[in-house]
């Protein structure tokens, strides 16, 4: 037999094979561990558990398991976001309780506080897609009877055809003297308001002008097909789905949008040249080709009455209201949202504004001056 050697335990390549000659058992070792009863292996016995789950299993005699980790609370929770969410729920409850409050208490009972005769300021800015506010304003204007005239602020490229034509008519219907005060823009819708009062005052510098009608669609197909992607449409007629932008324009749809914004702008001809008396039908129709004018250009052309601004307004609404009072109290209406979050996300962010993108799928007429796609 080999002995063991210390330098190279394994020499016939066995691995853990050899063992040293201290630690191997002998004959009468060998002889007893046969005849050596085996230790029995204590093994988890079932325990019933619950009825509607697995049976528990209990360690008898071995060591106990270890407790699993505790998740720690902040793991559940993204606590940035946490805060966040809770500092703009608490400016919003405090903007909804203080500036509605104050709102609520303040601006309907602004014309039931008058004391003395005064003026309506109706204030009309941005893009015009809804004046019904608008036309109840003149309404409360001209039931109060210390309103004695109002002022039209305009400051707006204009916007969707019925509601310009809306507020036009409650303007031109309006028994008491109004003047309009044109802002920074005042063009196509802007200067169709314009139009229906008694003095039309405009800056050197407002633009204005841009008399015409415009209707904007766009066409998806050349994307779609790019994509892989169909439209499918089931229609009564050839022209329900006019405007559509999943395929092209068809010519005779071309044709017939063409024939509804001429017949629209004839009645944009028609309210101006009602509005300016002083201009003839033909003189409108000359500057009627959506080109804008300076206030300065305007004034010339007979399109407004005077230059200045706001405070000459004043003065013009005071002097036809037959006013003397030298600090005349102001009653405003811009239809606004009063809450500040509205006003931060639409100054800010531009979300929640009231101004539509030329994106919409529908198209739709519009008396609108837009210089630029955004």
Request: glycine share 10%; charged share 20%.
């Amino acid at each position: 037999m080999a002995e063991f050697d210390n330098n190279n335990p394994d020499p016939n390549g066995l691995g853990s094979a050899l063992i040293p000659p201290s630690s191997r058992p002998t004959e009468a070792g060998l002889e007893e561990g046969l005849l050596a009863k085996p230790t029995p292996q204590v093994a988890s016995q079932p325990v019933q558990g619950p009825p509607d789950g697995p049976p528990f299993k209990r360690n008898v005699g071995g060591p106990r398991p270890p407790a699993p980790p505790k998740t720690p609370v902040s793991a559940f929770f993204n606590w940035p976001l946490v805060f966040l969410i809770a500092f703009f729920l608490s400016i919003g409850s405090c903007n909804y309780v203080v500036f509605t409050g104050l709102n609520s208490l303040s601006r309907p009972d602004a014309l039931e506080l008058l004391e003395k005769p005064g003026l309506g300021v109706l204030d009309i800015e941005g893009e015009i897609y809804d004046t019904r506010w608008a036309v109840e304003t003149l309404r409360e204007f001209e039931k109060n009877d210390y309103i004695k005239a109002v002022i039209l602020r305009i400051d707006s490229p204009g916007g969707a055809v019925a509601p310009c034509q809306e507020l036009y008519q409650a303007l031109v219907e309006f028994s008491k003297p109004v003047v309009t005060s044109m802002g920074s823009v005042a063009a196509s819708g802007g200067l169709y308001l314009a139009v229906a009062g008694n003095t039309v005052i405009a800056n050197p510098g407002t633009i204005t002008g841009s008399i015409g009608v415009i209707m904007e669609t766009l066409e998806f197909d050349g994307a779609m097909e790019k994509l892989g992607i169909k439209s499918q449409v089931i229609i009564s007629g050839p022209f329900k789905d006019m405007g559509s932008p999943f395929r092209p324009m068809k010519t005779e749809e071309r044709e017939l949008l063409q024939t509804m914004v001429t017949d629209v702008w004839e009645q944009f001809v028609r309210d101006v040249t009602s509005g300016r008396q002083n201009l003839t039908e033909p003189e409108v129709r000359k500057m009627a080709d959506g080109r804008i004018f300076n206030g300065q250009q305007a004034l010339d052309l007979g399109l407004i009455d005077e230059l200045g601004g706001f405070q000459k307004a004043i003065d013009k609404a005071l002097a036809l209201g037959g006013i003397t009072d030298d600090d005349p109290q102001l009653v405003y209406r811009d239809g606004r949202d009063d809450s500040l979050i509205r006003e931060l996300l639409e100054s800010k962010l531009g979300f929640l504004s009231s101004r539509r993108s030329v994106l919409g799928s529908s198209p739709s007429l519009k008396f609108l001056y837009r210089p630029g796609l955004f």
